[in-house]
């Protein structure tokens, strides 16, 4: 088992930047891909980013790239989203969540083995 939690989420205003965190416990952390997914009111969770267990390889949504960075830091077990540039439409509740393996460069949800409770991002324009 892994349990995740994510901390750092809140309310920022548009422009403004914020810098999600998910600590990991349970079992080797640097085993898994880790990725981030959003699900805003009334839609689809969806791929944020996902990095690989060495983080050498990092994959982005289109939405994203180029504000969104994900890294990791092993010794810490604990992944990171570093968000700038947010606007309105990055609202939304984001979940971290950890995988064995992977397709897709960690795109789909049904290859997370673990998933975290989420926290809230608001940005208000």
């Known amino acids: 088992q892994v349990q995740l939690v994510e901390s750092g989420g809140g309310l920022v205003q548009a422009g403004g930047s914020l810098r999600l965190s998910c600590a990991a416990s349970?079992?080797?952390?640097?085993?898994?891909?880790m990725g981030w997914f959003r699900q805003a009111p009334g839609k689809e969770r969806e791929f944020v980013a996902a990095i690989s267990w060495n983080g050498r390889s990092t994959y982005y949504a289109d939405s994203v790239k180029g504000r969104f960075t994900i890294s990791r830091d092993n010794a810490k077990n604990t992944v990171y989203l570093q968000m700038n540039s947010l606007k309105s439409e990055d609202t939304a509740i984001y979940y971290c969540a950890a995988a064995s393996n992977v397709h897709e460069n960690g795109r789909r949800m049904i290859d997370y083995d673990y998933w975290g409770q989420g926290t809230q991002v608001t940005v208000s324009s």
């Open positions: 349970g079992r080797t952390f640097s085993n898994y891909v």
